[in-house]
Protein backbone atom coordinates (compact mmCIF):
# COMPACT_ATOMS: atom_id res chain seq x y z
CA UNK A 1 0.00 0.00 0.00
CA UNK A 2 1.54 3.36 -1.23
CA UNK A 3 1.87 5.94 2.13
CA UNK A 4 -0.46 7.96 0.31
CA UNK A 5 -3.23 5.60 0.11
CA UNK A 6 -5.80 6.16 2.76
CA UNK A 7 -8.56 3.77 2.27
CA UNK A 8 -10.62 4.47 5.39
CA UNK A 9 -11.77 8.20 4.22
CA UNK A 10 -15.54 7.55 3.97
CA UNK A 11 -15.51 4.41 5.63
CA UNK A 12 -17.83 3.62 9.24
CA UNK A 13 -15.95 2.12 11.61
CA UNK A 14 -17.75 0.62 14.85
CA UNK A 15 -15.35 0.65 17.85
CA UNK A 16 -16.28 -1.32 21.18
CA UNK A 17 -14.71 -0.43 24.66
CA UNK A 18 -14.37 3.10 23.17
CA UNK A 19 -14.54 5.05 26.20
CA UNK A 20 -10.49 5.26 27.33
CA UNK A 21 -7.51 3.47 26.17
CA UNK A 22 -6.85 1.79 23.30
CA UNK A 23 -10.19 2.02 22.21
CA UNK A 24 -9.83 5.00 22.35
CA UNK A 25 -7.12 5.74 20.49
CA UNK A 26 -8.72 3.68 17.52
CA UNK A 27 -11.66 5.87 17.83
CA UNK A 28 -9.43 8.72 17.33
CA UNK A 29 -7.12 7.49 14.52
CA UNK A 30 -10.02 6.22 12.53
CA UNK A 31 -11.61 9.45 12.54
CA UNK A 32 -8.58 11.22 11.84
CA UNK A 33 -8.18 9.48 8.44
CA UNK A 34 -11.80 10.41 7.37
CA UNK A 35 -13.66 7.52 8.85
CA UNK A 36 -17.10 7.74 10.20
CA UNK A 37 -16.69 6.46 13.44
CA UNK A 38 -19.67 4.77 16.12
CA UNK A 39 -17.99 4.75 19.48
CA UNK A 40 -19.81 2.72 22.04
CA UNK A 41 -18.80 1.98 25.98
CA UNK A 42 -20.65 0.91 29.05
CA UNK A 43 -18.66 4.62 30.33
CA UNK A 44 -20.97 7.16 29.36
CA UNK A 45 -18.98 10.35 30.92
CA UNK A 46 -15.56 8.91 29.85
CA UNK A 47 -17.59 8.83 26.17
CA UNK A 48 -18.89 12.22 26.29
CA UNK A 49 -16.05 14.10 24.43
CA UNK A 50 -15.29 11.68 22.02
CA UNK A 51 -18.99 12.95 20.00
CA UNK A 52 -18.27 15.17 17.00
CA UNK A 53 -19.52 15.63 13.23
CA UNK A 54 -17.89 12.22 12.38
CA UNK A 55 -18.05 10.38 15.42
CA UNK A 56 -21.68 8.35 16.89
CA UNK A 57 -21.67 7.26 20.39
CA UNK A 58 -23.29 5.47 22.43
CA UNK A 59 -23.51 3.79 25.80
CA UNK A 60 -23.79 0.01 25.36
CA UNK A 61 -22.80 -3.05 27.58
CA UNK A 62 -21.86 -5.37 25.11
CA UNK A 63 -22.46 -7.99 26.94
CA UNK A 64 -26.40 -7.01 26.04
CA UNK A 65 -27.18 -7.89 22.86
CA UNK A 66 -29.96 -5.51 21.99
CA UNK A 67 -28.15 -3.01 22.65
CA UNK A 68 -25.40 -3.85 20.68
CA UNK A 69 -28.07 -4.38 17.76
CA UNK A 70 -29.56 -0.81 18.10
CA UNK A 71 -26.20 0.80 18.33
CA UNK A 72 -25.54 -0.70 15.24
CA UNK A 73 -28.74 0.46 13.88
CA UNK A 74 -27.98 3.94 14.81
CA UNK A 75 -24.98 3.75 13.32
CA UNK A 76 -26.45 2.61 10.28
CA UNK A 77 -29.31 5.48 10.41
CA UNK A 78 -26.54 8.42 10.63
CA UNK A 79 -23.68 7.01 8.52
CA UNK A 80 -25.35 4.69 5.88
CA UNK A 81 -23.56 1.21 5.95
CA UNK A 82 -21.12 -0.19 8.58
CA UNK A 83 -17.93 -1.63 6.76
CA UNK A 84 -15.55 -1.81 9.87
CA UNK A 85 -16.76 -3.35 13.56
CA UNK A 86 -13.68 -3.22 16.08
CA UNK A 87 -14.38 -5.60 19.11
CA UNK A 88 -12.08 -3.72 21.46
CA UNK A 89 -13.86 -3.82 24.79
CA UNK A 90 -12.26 -6.23 27.37
CA UNK A 91 -11.13 -7.20 30.93
CA UNK A 92 -8.16 -9.56 32.33
CA UNK A 93 -9.02 -10.51 35.80
CA UNK A 94 -5.77 -12.61 36.11
CA UNK A 95 -6.05 -15.14 38.84
CA UNK A 96 -5.64 -18.92 40.04
CA UNK A 97 -8.22 -21.00 40.61
CA UNK A 98 -7.21 -21.16 44.00
CA UNK A 99 -8.52 -17.39 44.26
CA UNK A 100 -11.96 -18.53 43.06
CA UNK A 101 -13.78 -16.95 45.96
CA UNK A 102 -12.26 -13.60 45.39
CA UNK A 103 -12.49 -13.77 41.27
CA UNK A 104 -15.42 -15.32 40.39
CA UNK A 105 -17.48 -12.21 39.98
CA UNK A 106 -14.79 -10.76 37.93
CA UNK A 107 -14.65 -14.06 35.99
CA UNK A 108 -17.87 -13.94 35.11
CA UNK A 109 -17.80 -10.78 34.04
CA UNK A 110 -14.85 -11.48 32.04
CA UNK A 111 -16.96 -14.54 30.16
CA UNK A 112 -19.76 -11.85 29.71
CA UNK A 113 -17.38 -9.20 27.78
CA UNK A 114 -14.73 -11.57 26.28
CA UNK A 115 -16.76 -14.06 24.70
CA UNK A 116 -20.42 -13.18 24.72
CA UNK A 117 -19.21 -9.03 23.78
CA UNK A 118 -17.57 -10.03 20.83
CA UNK A 119 -20.09 -12.11 19.69
CA UNK A 120 -22.61 -9.73 19.75
CA UNK A 121 -20.25 -7.52 18.17
CA UNK A 122 -20.31 -9.95 14.90
CA UNK A 123 -23.90 -10.47 15.59
CA UNK A 124 -25.08 -7.10 15.55
CA UNK A 125 -23.10 -6.04 12.56
CA UNK A 126 -23.17 -9.45 10.50
CA UNK A 127 -26.36 -8.60 7.98
CA UNK A 128 -25.97 -5.59 7.54
CA UNK A 129 -22.14 -6.33 6.26
CA UNK A 130 -23.58 -9.10 4.53
CA UNK A 131 -26.46 -7.31 2.59
CA UNK A 132 -23.49 -4.41 1.64
CA UNK A 133 -21.39 -7.20 0.10
CA UNK A 134 -18.28 -6.64 2.08
CA UNK A 135 -17.08 -5.56 5.84
CA UNK A 136 -14.37 -6.23 8.08
CA UNK A 137 -14.49 -7.68 11.55
CA UNK A 138 -11.45 -7.23 13.52
CA UNK A 139 -11.05 -8.86 17.32
CA UNK A 140 -9.21 -8.04 19.72
CA UNK A 141 -7.44 -11.47 21.06
CA UNK A 142 -3.93 -11.61 23.18
CA UNK A 143 -0.98 -13.85 23.44
CA UNK A 144 -3.02 -15.04 26.23
CA UNK A 145 -5.18 -16.96 23.69
CA UNK A 146 -1.81 -19.03 21.75
CA UNK A 147 -1.68 -21.52 24.96
CA UNK A 148 -2.78 -21.70 28.31
CA UNK A 149 -0.67 -20.88 30.97
CA UNK A 150 -1.23 -20.83 34.89
CA UNK A 151 -2.71 -17.47 36.89
CA UNK A 152 -5.00 -17.00 33.27
CA UNK A 153 -7.52 -19.67 32.73
CA UNK A 154 -10.51 -17.87 32.21
CA UNK A 155 -8.82 -15.06 30.69
CA UNK A 156 -7.32 -17.33 27.96
CA UNK A 157 -10.10 -19.43 27.62
CA UNK A 158 -11.82 -16.04 26.15
CA UNK A 159 -9.01 -15.06 24.25
CA UNK A 160 -8.94 -18.47 22.67
CA UNK A 161 -12.71 -18.55 22.37
CA UNK A 162 -12.15 -15.44 20.28
CA UNK A 163 -9.89 -16.84 18.29
CA UNK A 164 -12.13 -20.02 17.49
CA UNK A 165 -15.22 -17.52 16.48
CA UNK A 166 -12.74 -15.47 14.06
CA UNK A 167 -12.09 -17.86 12.32
CA UNK A 168 -15.40 -19.98 11.80
CA UNK A 169 -16.63 -16.11 10.76
CA UNK A 170 -13.87 -16.25 8.70
CA UNK A 171 -14.65 -19.51 6.71
CA UNK A 172 -18.29 -18.66 7.00
CA UNK A 173 -18.13 -15.45 5.14
CA UNK A 174 -15.52 -15.70 2.14
CA UNK A 175 -16.25 -12.67 -0.46
CA UNK A 176 -18.59 -10.92 2.28
CA UNK A 177 -16.71 -10.49 5.52
CA UNK A 178 -12.75 -10.27 6.29
CA UNK A 179 -11.95 -10.86 9.58
CA UNK A 180 -8.54 -9.20 11.67
CA UNK A 181 -7.83 -11.43 15.21
CA UNK A 182 -5.28 -9.21 16.55
CA UNK A 183 -3.02 -10.49 19.47
CA UNK A 184 -1.27 -8.25 21.23
CA UNK A 185 1.48 -8.70 24.26
CA UNK A 186 1.08 -7.12 27.30
CA UNK A 187 0.98 -3.41 27.02
CA UNK A 188 1.32 -1.48 29.91
CA UNK A 189 -1.11 1.59 29.63
CA UNK A 190 -4.09 0.17 28.40
CA UNK A 191 -6.01 -0.18 32.06
CA UNK A 192 -6.51 -3.94 32.07
CA UNK A 193 -3.88 -4.27 34.46
CA UNK A 194 -6.47 -2.63 36.82
CA UNK A 195 -8.38 -5.90 36.57
CA UNK A 196 -5.45 -8.35 38.01
CA UNK A 197 -7.04 -9.78 40.99
CA UNK A 198 -3.43 -11.60 42.18
CA UNK A 199 -0.98 -10.07 40.80
CA UNK A 200 1.09 -13.40 41.34
CA UNK A 201 -1.02 -14.58 38.65
CA UNK A 202 1.21 -12.61 36.09
CA UNK A 203 4.18 -14.65 36.28
CA UNK A 204 3.38 -18.52 35.19
CA UNK A 205 3.39 -16.37 31.26
CA UNK A 206 6.47 -15.13 32.20
CA UNK A 207 8.49 -18.35 33.24
CA UNK A 208 12.00 -18.03 33.31
CA UNK A 209 11.69 -14.76 32.21
CA UNK A 210 9.90 -13.05 35.22
CA UNK A 211 13.10 -11.71 36.78
CA UNK A 212 14.49 -9.93 33.47
CA UNK A 213 10.83 -8.68 33.07
CA UNK A 214 10.81 -7.06 36.10
CA UNK A 215 14.08 -5.55 35.87
CA UNK A 216 13.42 -3.92 32.88
CA UNK A 217 9.95 -2.92 33.63
CA UNK A 218 11.22 -0.86 37.07
CA UNK A 219 13.24 0.67 34.60
CA UNK A 220 11.21 1.50 32.44
CA UNK A 221 8.65 3.29 34.42
CA UNK A 222 12.17 4.50 36.80
CA UNK A 223 12.44 8.65 36.40
CA UNK A 224 15.16 8.27 34.03
CA UNK A 225 14.39 5.55 31.92
CA UNK A 226 16.68 3.98 29.50
CA UNK A 227 15.83 5.27 25.30
CA UNK A 228 17.07 1.49 25.08
CA UNK A 229 14.12 0.08 26.24
CA UNK A 230 12.02 2.77 25.62
CA UNK A 231 12.80 4.35 22.30
CA UNK A 232 10.55 2.51 19.32
CA UNK A 233 13.01 2.50 17.14
CA UNK A 234 15.16 0.26 19.49
CA UNK A 235 15.74 -3.42 19.48
CA UNK A 236 15.52 -3.74 22.81
CA UNK A 237 12.13 -2.25 22.98
CA UNK A 238 10.80 -3.44 26.47
CA UNK A 239 7.31 -3.24 26.05
CA UNK A 240 4.71 -1.61 23.33
CA UNK A 241 2.62 1.91 24.27
CA UNK A 242 -0.73 1.54 23.39
CA UNK A 243 -1.23 3.81 20.26
CA UNK A 244 1.64 1.30 18.89
CA UNK A 245 -0.84 -1.44 19.00
CA UNK A 246 -3.85 1.17 17.78
CA UNK A 247 -1.68 1.69 14.52
CA UNK A 248 -0.97 -1.73 13.69
CA UNK A 249 -5.10 -2.29 13.76
CA UNK A 250 -5.62 0.78 11.81
CA UNK A 251 -3.06 -0.58 9.20
CA UNK A 252 -5.01 -3.97 8.93
CA UNK A 253 -8.14 -2.29 8.54
CA UNK A 254 -7.00 0.70 5.98
CA UNK A 255 -6.04 -1.69 3.16
CA UNK A 256 -7.77 -2.57 -0.06
CA UNK A 257 -11.19 -4.09 0.33
CA UNK A 258 -9.38 -7.76 -1.36
CA UNK A 259 -6.38 -7.43 0.81
CA UNK A 260 -7.05 -8.75 4.33
CA UNK A 261 -4.46 -9.15 6.95
CA UNK A 262 -6.04 -11.98 9.05
CA UNK A 263 -3.95 -12.83 11.80
CA UNK A 264 -1.35 -10.50 13.61
CA UNK A 265 0.74 -10.69 16.83
CA UNK A 266 2.12 -7.61 17.90
CA UNK A 267 4.43 -7.34 20.50
CA UNK A 268 7.64 -5.86 21.96
CA UNK A 269 10.80 -6.62 19.89
CA UNK A 270 11.91 -7.37 23.73
CA UNK A 271 9.00 -9.02 25.22
CA UNK A 272 9.59 -11.38 28.09
CA UNK A 273 6.10 -13.43 27.57
CA UNK A 274 6.57 -16.92 26.52
CA UNK A 275 3.10 -17.57 24.85
Known sequence: MSAATNHLEGRTVIVTGAAGGFGRLLAEKASALGANVGACDIDADALADLAGERVEIGTVDVGDLAAMRAFADRVVARFGAIDVMINNAGVMPLAFYADHEAAADAWDRCIDINIKGVLHGIIAVHDQMI?????????????????PVGGAAVYGATKAAVNVLSESLRQESLGKIKVTTVRPTGVPGTGLAGGIINVEAVNPVLGANKDQFYDKLAQVFSENPPARLTDEDSIELAALAPGQIADQVIHAINQPWGVSIADITVRASNDDYIV
Open 131 to 147: SQGRGQVVNISSVYGNA
